[in-house]
């Protein structure tokens, strides 16, 4: 190091060792330690490679500063002299035979340095001179004290990925955890009525009536009913983040799916006042009509639930390239802070009301499905004052795989 000293002084040790540590990237940080060492150390191309726990080596940076802008790949990046210092975790400084009639091009210079952090190799640095001179002493005392600098960088990036990596492994427990909990509730709670009202049919002590026999029924088959959406819902949901849930597209009107969809809810809720504008003179659209039926009944299945004395608006607006249908309701709003995420898998707002049957699914795979089909879909609420969701589907597309 005492060598480094005499070729850098202290202020631009110091200035390199900034360089490095507080770079706001690793690219930041590898650009500037590159235009700064071109000051002192005689290169054309310099390389840094990576070597992660699954024992491959991979380029993480490349700069080509001189000579080497038109040499070929290998020559240029050093690739096997990389391979060769992760194999033996030493410095390898390769010199080729003067041959005066030949190319610099083809007179490769190599220096490289392990990347060596508490005696585990991260990667490899390598610097790369197209002819003459040999990198000397001065030059690989340098190179080391460089590469003891950039063995911090990447083992700080490996640590921030690996800190990534098990917060997103929490962040899975938690959601998984927070869905078993969820998922138990609402089994819970249909199967409890069911449960209740068969046992209270089946006793043999007491006589019920043809209209309370048929009132326990409505709820027994009410509540089968939910069960029934939920486990759809799930597998649909495991289907959709998987990519195995693919869409059967063809040429619909979207506003035959939209009213179809209207009829479905006035059977299960006869006094629900529904509104339908904008449904005249509409062109064909590519989609897969059962899954959009599927999106339209989760919207107004959700708007019943949290807005149930609502009037609903629908809306269908086309141009040239995109259809349109707007949802709105005058329910008690979704406040600004939970809107973002109500799409998101398993989110419940919470504070709407916790007897709302409900798992948390329908809208994600509302968007999943709108996803699909290439389209957005959003909302937009005010608390008091309603929330209104916007499905926009392109006009025509190619065949969803």
């Not at 495991?238 to 009829?263: E, Q």
């Not at 699909?372 to 969803?400: C, D, M, R, W, Y």
Request: aromatic letters at 8%.
């Amino acid at each position: 190091m005492a060598q480094v000293l005499e070729t850098l002084n202290p202020s631009h040790i110091y200035q390199l060792s900034n360089i490095i540590s507080r770079s706001e990237n690793t690219k930041q940080a590898l650009d500037e330690t590159s235009r700064f060492l071109r000051k002192f150390l005689i290169f054309d191309n310099f390389a840094v490679y990576n070597f992660d726990s699954k024992k491959h080596l991979s380029a993480i940076y490349g700069k080509a500063m001189g000579r080497g802008r038109t040499a070929g790949a290998d020559a240029a990046w050093g690739e096997k002299i990389a391979n060769q210092i992760i194999e033996n975790c030493g410095v390898l400084i390769d010199t080729p035979p003067i041959m005066d009639n030949k190319n610099r091009l083809e007179q490769p210079y190599f220096l490289g340095m392990p990347l060596m952090h508490a005696k585990i190799c991260l990667g490899a640095m390598v610097f790369i001179r197209f002819g003459s001179p040999a990198f000397s002493q001065a030059d690989c005392d340098l190179a080391s004290f460089v590469a003891q600098q950039l063995s911090i960088l990447l083992n700080r990036q490996h640590l921030e990925q690996e800190f990534e990596l098990l917060q997103g492994q929490r962040q899975q427990i938690q959601t998984r955890e927070d869905f078993i909990s969820s998922i138990s509730h609402e089994l819970r709670t249909p199967l409890g009525g069911i449960k209740g009202y068969t046992t209270t049919l089946l006793r043999d002590d007491i006589s019920w009536d043809k209209a309370t026999e048929k009132e326990f029924l409505q709820i027994i088959d009410t509540e089968a009913d939910f069960l029934q959406e939920l486990i759809d819902n799930l597998l649909d949901s495991s289907r959709l983040s998987s990519g195995l849930l693919k869409m059967n597209l063809h040429s619909i009107r979207i506003d035959g799916v939209v009213k179809d969809a209207v009829t479905r809810l006035q059977l299960s809720y006869p006094t629900m006042c529904i509104s339908l504008e904008g449904a005249d003179s509409l062109d064909v659209i590519d989609g897969d009509s059962h899954r959009l039926n599927q999106v339209f009944v989760n919207i107004f299945n959700n708007t019943i639930k949290y807005a149930p004395d609502s009037e609903i608006w629908v809306k269908i607006k086309q141009d040239q390239q995109h259809t349109t249908i707007s949802i709105q309701d005058q329910g008690p709003g979704i406040s600004e802070q939970y809107l973002p995420y109500i799409f998101d898998r398993f989110f419940r707002n919470p504070e709407l009301s916790p007897n709302v049957h409900g798992s948390g699914l329908g809208l994600y795979i509302c968007q999943q499905i709108i996803h699909a089909h290439h389209g957005q879909i959003k909302a937009e609420s005010a608390i008091g004052k309603g929330t209104t969701f916007f499905v926009t589907l392109p006009n025509t597309q190619a065949q969803v795989e």
